[in-house]
């Protein structure tokens, strides 16, 4: 197969059917994985749940949320960390990188797979899991038959809802300066460059973790956090040689263009600047699988 410079979604999808057919029994432990984490977190909700007031159904259900917000974060930047982990021997790096396709259709097959890939899986293994913890109701009679509902469907609307970039808030603004307060006037504002932030924010940190994977041959994802409380650490020992006296006038610029400085435009100015370092992260770690060898340097097997 003739592979030239230009980018071919055959080659692609070649690629990601023979990674998908060879590590078929590590996504399988996967899917099986968050689904086991999934479940047990369930049955523990509802072992201590008692109360069929509204609130308890209420709290039920958020406690759904917010644990499946936790596994899927930890799921996603765990797997993130694991984008090169089809090359940790030499016999894989040397089947991977003599495949008849270009670097950058090998690099995004891996990219899709910890990204797209995980959060499909995620989604498989949260519905298996609402399934699978139906078979244990006999179990919990002390569970109100106002708890015994499907969770799921509501716990992924409310996700819908938390992560809808496309919401509105009431504030109260003052139109004309020194006028009573209860003249103030309440509109919606829209709450689109805050979420933007947030996604800016998440995407950095994720993309954190792909660059850890690229850099890092074994325990990845441990030496990625232990590098970030590192870099942490040596940033907080830096700042304490900072003459913050001398910003000040930072603040004096602040205030004195307040009304140009909104909240909307520093949201924006701040996105700019994780998606920023987002992509130079997703470009370094290209670099460092265009220049991996079959032979790794012994500097890399950390």
Request: proline share 3%.
């Amino acid at each position: 197969m003739s592979t030239n410079n230009c980018f071919s979604f055959s080659r692609l999808g070649l690629v990601m059917k023979r990674d998908l057919m060879e590590n078929w029994k590590k996504n399988l432990y996967a899917l099986l994985g968050l689904t086991f984490a999934f479940l047990i977190t369930y049955l523990a909700m509802m072992g201590s749940y008692e109360d069929a007031s509204i609130s308890a159904l209420k709290a039920y259900v958020d406690s759904h949320v917010e644990s499946f917000a936790i596994i899927s974060f930890f799921a996603l930047v765990f797997y993130a960390s694991l984008i090169m982990n089809n090359m940790q021997t030499k016999e894989a790096r040397l089947s991977y990188l003599m495949l008849p396709a270009s670097p950058l259709e090998k690099f995004i097959a891996r990219a899709l797979y910890v990204t797209m890939g995980i959060v499909l899986m995620i989604f498989v293994a949260s519905l298996l899991a609402e399934a699978a913890h139906w078979l244990f109701m006999p179990f919990f009679k002390d569970l109100p038959e106002e708890l015994k509902v499907c969770v799921w469907p509501e716990a992924w609307g409310k996700i819908f809802d938390a992560i809808n970039p496309f919401q509105t808030q009431n504030v109260y603004l003052n139109i004309v300066e020194g006028t009573d307060p209860s003249t103030w006037q309440q509109v919606e504002k829209s709450m689109f460059f805050i979420y933007l932030m947030g996604y800016a924010a998440s995407l950095w940190q994720h993309s954190i973790f792909v660059l850890g994977g690229n850099y890092f041959g074994k325990h990845s994802f441990l030496k990625t956090i232990g590098a970030m409380i590192l870099i942490g650490i040596l940033i907080g020992w830096a700042c304490t040689f900072i003459d913050w006296d001398g910003l000040e006038w930072i603040a004096d610029f602040i205030r004195s263009h307040s009304e140009r400085l909104t909240e909307e435009m520093v949201a924006g100015f701040i996105s700019f600047i994780f998606f920023a370092f987002t992509a130079l992260n997703w470009w370094l770690s290209y670099k460092l699988f265009t220049r991996r060898q079959v032979v790794e340097p012994k500097f890399r097997l950390l």
